[in-house]
């Protein structure tokens, strides 16, 4: 079994900043590709970007890109994702999730989310 906890959510205002980070812990995290991925209200959960376990390849969707950055600590077992100039859009509940598949395919460890609300 593993285990996804996130941390990092709050309120801020538009233009701000907030870094999540995602701890895993209850399985080898070696070879393994991490996502995060978000759900507003109302809506559907949406991919919002992945990295593979080295860390050299990352996919965003383009409604994050050039704001939004993956990283990974494969020591410490987390996963971080940096959102920069953030949007009223960007509310969501945000999720970690971890695949023992490529990084677009199907997810199948999830954390429980984390809160971020973007408002003045």
């Known amino acids: 079994q593993v285990q996804l906890v996130e941390s990092g959510g709050g309120l801020v205002q538009p233009g701000g900043s907030l870094r999540l980070s995602c701890a895993a812990s209850g399985r080898s995290f070696s070879g393994l590709s991490m996502g995060w991925f978000r759900q507003a209200p109302g809506k559907e959960r949406d991919f919002v970007a992945a990295i593979t376990y080295s860390g050299v390849t990352t996919y965003y969707a383009d409604s994050v890109k050039g704001r939004f950055t993956i990283s990974r600590d494969n020591a410490k077992k987390t996963v971080y994702l940096q959102m920069d100039s953030l949007k009223p859009e960007d509310t969501a509940v945000y999720y970690c999730?971890?695949?023992?598949?490529?990084?677009?395919?199907?997810?199948?460890?999830w954390g429980q989310g984390t809160q971020v609300t973007v408002s003045s």
């Open positions: 999730a971890l695949t023992r598949r490529g990084p677009l395919d199907p997810y199948d460890y």
